[in-house]
Nanobody
Framework: QVQLVESGGGLVQPGGSLRLSCAASGSFFSINAMGWYRQGPGKERELVARITSGGSTNYADSVKGRSTISRDNAKNTVYLRMNSLKPEDTAVYYC?????????WGQGTQVTVSS
């Protein structure tokens, strides 16, 4: 059974930084695109950043320039580094992965940006 397990969320002050990690485990023969989505209070789930198996990336305009998505294929792990955090970044962050040509989601990790 394939699982995506996130870590790294928590409470961060405005202007601070954090790094989210998401590790894929289980039985799979391929990992294609991976990424991060978020859902803020009263909002729809939205794409934050995405990275293909070849390393191509794309970002939401709201985080572009202050976020970096990366992956370690040897560890089956994707990371999201976010800097200059704002209160509007507060959300549950979900890891997404296309493994064995199926979509999988993590359970979500809460990020709260507040002083």
């Amino acid at each position: 059974q394939v699982q995506l397990v996130e870590s790294g969320g928590g409470l961060v002050q405005p202007g601070g930084s954090l790094r989210l990690s998401c590790a894929a485990s289980g039985s799979f023969f391929s990992i294609n695109a991976m990424g991060w989505y978020r859902q803020g209070p009263g909002k729809e789930r939205e794409l934050v950043a995405r990275i293909t198996s070849g390393g191509s990336t794309n970002y939401a305009d709201s985080v572009k320039g202050r976020s970096t998505i990366s992956r370690d294929n040897a560890k089956n792990t994707v990371y999201l580094r976010m800097n200059s955090l704002k209160p509007e970044d507060t959300a549950v962050y979900y890891c997404y992965g296309n493994l064995n040509f199926r979509e999988y989601w993590g359970q979500g990790t809460q990020v709260t940006v507040s002083s």
